[in-house]
C-alpha cells in the first residue's frame, strides 16, 4: 500500500498496531474534538468523558474508514454522535412546532453592542442544551437544519425554530451583561 499524506500513513500505522501512530492521531485531532464536546455538551468533565469514549470507538473502528473518507470528518462525525447520545440520556427536550414565522433578523443595532468572543461564549454555555445543540450544529459544525432535524429526531421548522430562539437568548444574555 502506497501512501502520500500524513493522514493516509497514519490511518496505515494505526491499522497495523502501532502504538505511536494513535497517539500522534489523538494529539493531531483531540484538541478540535474536545471544543465541539464543549460547545454540544457545555461542560468540561462531560466534555472530557464523551472525548474519551469517541475515541475509543475511532481506535475500535479504524480500520472500518474508507480510503476515500475525510479521517477529521469521520472522526467529527463520531464525536457528534456521542455528544448527542449524551445529551439523549440527559433528555434534552426540543420543543415541537407546527410552523412559526419568526423574522429571520430582529431590528439589532450591532454596534449598540459590544459583544466580545468571551461574552457570546458565556452566553452560549448558559443554553438550554437543546438551544445549545441546535445552535452549535449549525453555526460551527455547518450541519443544514434538515440535517440536524434527522439527528435529532425533529423537524426542519423545529430545527430553525430552536436555532432562531437560541439566538435571541444569546443576543438577550450578552445585552443583559452590557447594560448591568
Not at 3 to 20: A, E, K, P, S
Not at 45 to 66: P, R
Not at 120 to 145: C, M, W
Not at 163 to 174: D, F, G, H, Q
Amino acid at each position: 500500500m502506497t501512501t502520500n499524506t500524513f493522514t493516509d500513513q497514519l490511518v496505515y500505522r494505526c491499522r497495523h498496531g502501532d502504538v505511536r501512530a494513535y497517539r500522534e492521531l489523538y494529539d493531531s485531532y483531540s484538541k478540535a474534538m474536545y471544543n465541539i464536546c464543549l460547545r454540544m455538551l457545555g461542560s468540561a468533565a462531560d466534555a472530557e468523558d464523551i472525548l474519551q469514549e469517541a475515541f475509543l470507538q475511532v481506535f475500535n473502528n479504524i480500520g472500518k474508514i474508507q480510503q476515500e473518507a475525510s479521517l477529521a470528518g469521520w472522526i467529527k462525525r463520531i464525536v457528534i454522535n456521542h455528544c448527542l447520545s449524551q445529551l439523549r440520556k440527559k433528555k434534552v427536550y426540543f420543543e415541537e412546532v407546527d410552523e412559526l414565522h419568526v423574522s429571520d433578523e430582529v431590528g439589532v443595532d450591532e454596534q449598540q453592542f459590544a459583544m466580545s468572543v468571551t461574552m457570546v461564549k458565556e452566553a452560549i454555555a448558559q443554553l438550554p442544551d437543546g438551544y445549545r445543540t441546535v445552535l452549535n450544529l449549525y453555526l460551527f459544525e455547518d450541519y443544514s437544519h434538515r440535517e440536524i432535524g434527522d439527528m435529532l429526531g425533529i423537524t426542519e421548522s423545529t430545527a430553525k425554530t430552536q436555532y432562531m430562539r437560541a439566538k435571541e437568548k444569546v443576543r438577550l444574555i450578552v445585552k443583559q451583561k452590557t447594560t448591568a
